[in-house]
């Protein structure tokens, strides 16, 4: 296992990830995930505005965030929004 406790997970569609965690931050814990999986769809929940994650935001363009304090429908919208059409419902829209 690396020595910073990620594990590379096959087949991972998304990684929601806090901005605020105990240990590593999320934009610490990021560029860890991205070594180990470039192109990872990943989502940064913050309570921090967008323009202070801009420079995490800009550089990579799989990464998105979605603010806290946020409702199921906000992430439900938000993940649906990150991810590619299932097999099938392109098709359909």
Known sequence: MPP???VA????DLVILDMNMP???GAETLPR???LRPGQPVLMASGYS????EGI???HPTVHSLNKPFTLGELTKKIAGMMPPAVGEASRS
Do not use: F, Y
């Not at 997970?9 to 991972?12: I, N």
């Not at 967008?50 to 994650?53: G, R």
């Open 9 to 12: 997970v096959a087949g991972a």
């Open 4 to 6: 910073w406790g990620l």
């Open 50 to 53: 967008e323009s202070d994650l």
């Open 57 to 59: 935001l800009a550089s």
């Open 23 to 25: 240990g590593l931050s």
């Open 33 to 35: 995930i991205l070594a």
